[in-house]
């Protein structure tokens, strides 16, 4: 009877008998009747290893063990947020969250990362509005250069804001808000530039600047259909006269391929757009 009992199991958790050829389990070295091993164990999502479900890294949708959470994970630190080392944005010493990145630190930058995108503020009385995204290169992705670039943009209200970008050599990206062409042609861009001049930036005189401008969908026609066929004769005449538009760019035909090549001479624009459409979805 004395043998018995010192070779009998208990639950570690609750302290069960577990009887002869009754099932059981074994979490870091302690054995769990299998009714507290479902209640109070879980799986780590990463590397399979059973934890105690009270000790789990993780959050309410990830279980992980302390080992694949300290080589793998971190937590933002503005909502602490559970995040995969590659999901999360490093920024003097901490860790965010896109959201909080975007909205709570990177929108209080001079210069703002490639994918920042804030809501559109629209300037001038249009049907059609054009958004300006200039590179110019040659005098530093510098906060302080950005600062005053923006000291004269936004007098009053905010109309540019400033990216980087990594085909720039020693640069950075002057983006608008979208406005009217009257608006764009009564604003402050000659001062600007001639700040960006003085600060030692170039643009056309550079082999990596472009000059990108965006115009709004909408006014190109009132219906979806009205507004293909609308986008359908633009690469229409752009594949049609596609010599006389590469020397209109001044670019190298290797910068045209590169940056924007063409989609190809179909006989009417529709099929060039329908080109288009199955290039974008393979």
Request: charged residues 30%; glycine residues 6%; hydrophobic residues 25%.
């Amino acid at each position: 009877m004395e043998d018995n009992k010192k070779n009998a199991l208990y639950c570690s958790r609750c302290g069960a008998l577990i009887v002869e050829d009754e099932d059981y389990e074994e979490v870091n070295g302690e054995i769990v009747c299998t009714d507290c091993y479902e209640r109070f164990t879980s799986t780590c999502n990463r590397c399979g290893e059973v934890v105690w479900t009270d000790d789990s890294y993780g959050d309410e949708y990830t279980t992980l063990c302390r080992h694949c959470y300290e080589n793998h994970y971190t937590r933002c630190s503005c909502c602490d947020a559970l995040l995969h080392e590659d999901d999360a944005y490093h920024l003097d010493g901490y860790d965010y969250c896109s959201e909080c990145y975007h909205d709570e630190v990177d929108k209080n930058r001079s210069i703002h990362d490639y994918g920042y995108k804030p809501d559109p503020i629209f300037y001038g009385d249009s049907k059609r509005y054009f958004g300006i995204e200039l590179e110019i290169d040659g005098a530093g992705k510098d906060s302080d250069n950005a600062d005053e670039l923006l000291a004269i943009a936004n007098r009053g209200d905010e109309h540019i804001y400033i990216k980087g970008d990594g085909s720039l050599d020693d640069g950075m990206e002057l983006v608008s808000h979208p406005a009217s062409l009257e608006y764009h042609k009564n604003y402050q861009w000659e001062e600007i530039m001639k700040k960006a001049i003085s600060l030692g930036y170039r643009s056309h005189q550079t082999s990596t600047c472009g000059l990108h401008i965006h115009v709004n969908r909408s006014s190109l026609g009132e219906t979806h259909d009205e507004q293909e066929d609308v986008i359908s004769r633009i690469l229409f005449f752009v594949e049609t006269h596609w010599a006389e538009l590469l020397r209109f760019s001044r670019r190298s035909e290797y910068s045209m391929n590169r940056w924007a090549a063409r989609y190809g001479y179909e006989k009417t624009g529709r099929e060039i757009l329908d080109r288009l459409w199955s290039i974008d979805t393979t």
